[in-house]
């Protein structure tokens, strides 16, 4: 197949989406397929419009981009929100193009639960009751159309699954569950101390729905309570007198932030720690969780979102409430502790990684692909 891949995240390997696309597109090639890879920074190399409205300029000039080289393709895959413009196009018979299969990595509907608690509590500031409104009349139909257009669709947790199903009406043969894979460099071997842990690891962008707030409260109480605990937040993109912010006086000092870490050195990274924390209040399913997980690392995360697809917990992972600083409190305390449960959490996450590949994931998104290029024949 010459398959067309679509998505708005900058073309850097070290971003999530962007990562997901990269590892995909390399096996799928392997696999003897033609695959051409773009980004934001290819369809829209300068932003014109005002950037509330980027999400309909960038799905717009996607769908120019196919319509132009549409013989090029046997089948096109957009990641969400940015498809909705071809493939309502391609249905109302505008368009004459190669079928669309959309892949969407999170539940919006999640993100705005989460958001919606967050400013009740005073925090999410970009949340108020100006920015919901706007969520609801132009963020979501963006979301929604872009499934509902779609031949085909992926999603990376088993929660949108359900949810597309049930109230976007998907039939169970338009969408498509495909876990994102784990590269085999992070697979290093691991030597757990039989001491208390004192190296903790997060990682991710800085923004409210990693539960940012929960994690610099946390610290603060587990340094309380063992002084020599140090945390590392990395890849956070802000700069660090940002990160800093969130943090008291009292722990800046066993604070480490590294805003950007390239590809060679994640894996270094997560193999000179002893747990991994993401607390975050939503998700699709996070690379930084399936790499910390395959290293070896015990992980603490919330039961939330495709955090649930991998971790099960007190097997292969320790599962705190979203939301909840002292749950989050409670089980790193219970970690740094106990040397026989990091190591019983670490080798299990790591055995399961093992079932992960990058190369299970392509396959199962030619299948998806070829699903909706064979409809497209017979139709």
């Not at 088993?158 to 338009?174: C, I, N, S, V």
């Not at 006086?249 to 720690?273: D, G, K, W």
């Not at 979203?322 to 790193?332: C, F, K, R, W």
Request: positive net charge; charged residues 20%; hydrophobic residues 40%.
């Amino acid at each position: 197949m010459r398959i067309l891949m679509i998505t708005g995240a900058q073309g850097k390997a070290e971003a999530g989406v962007a990562g997901i696309v990269y590892n995909l597109a390399k096996e799928l090639t392997d696999m003897g397929h033609v695959v051409k890879a773009m980004f934001s920074d290819d369809l829209l190399p300068r932003q014109k419009w005002p950037n509330r409205f980027r999400t309909i300029e960038l799905a717009r000039s996607a769908a120019r981009y196919v319509n132009q080289h549409r013989v090029e393709f046997d089948v096109v895959n957009i990641h969400a929100p940015f498809g909705f413009w071809y493939g309502a196009r391609r249905r109302l018979g505008a368009q004459a193009g190669p079928p669309y299969v959309m892949t969407m990595h999170g539940l919006e509907e999640r993100r705005m639960y989460a958001m919606g608690r967050e400013a009740k509590k005073g925090r999410a500031d970009y949340y108020r009751l100006k920015n919901r409104v706007w969520q609801n009349i132009y963020h979501m139909p963006t979301y929604r159309y872009s499934a509902t257009t779609a031949d085909q669709s992926i999603v990376t947790n088993r929660e949108t699954l359900t949810y597309l199903q049930l109230y976007y009406g998907l039939p169970p043969d338009r969408v498509w569950f495909v876990a994102n894979g784990v590269g085999s460099e992070f697979f290093l071997p691991r030597t757990y101390s039989s001491g208390r842990a004192t190296k903790l690891l997060f990682v991710g962008t800085w923004i409210d729905h990693k539960g940012v707030y929960y994690l610099a409260e946390a610290f603060d109480k587990v340094l309380a309570t063992f002084p020599s605990t140090r945390l590392t937040v990395a890849g956070c993109i802000v700069p660090e007198t940002q990160v800093r912010k969130y943090f008291s006086a009292a722990t800046q000092s066993a604070l480490t932030v590294l805003p950007f870490v390239s590809r060679s050195e994640i894996a270094h990274l997560y193999a000179e720690h002893e747990i991994f924390v993401l607390p975050s209040l939503m998700e699709g399913m996070p690379l930084v969780l399936l790499e910390a997980m395959a290293s070896g690392l015990p992980v603490i995360t919330s039961e939330s979102c495709g955090m649930t697809d991998l971790v099960e917990d007190s097997h292969d992972g320790l599962f705190v409430i979203p939301g909840n600083t002292d749950s989050l409190v409670s089980a790193i305390l219970r970690l740094c502790q106990d040397p026989v449960l990091r190591q019983r959490l670490g080798t299990g996450a790591q055995e399961k990684m093992k079932r992960y590949s990058w190369t299970h994931a392509a396959r199962s998104s030619e299948m998806v692909f070829a699903r909706a290029a064979g409809m497209d024949k017979r139709n």
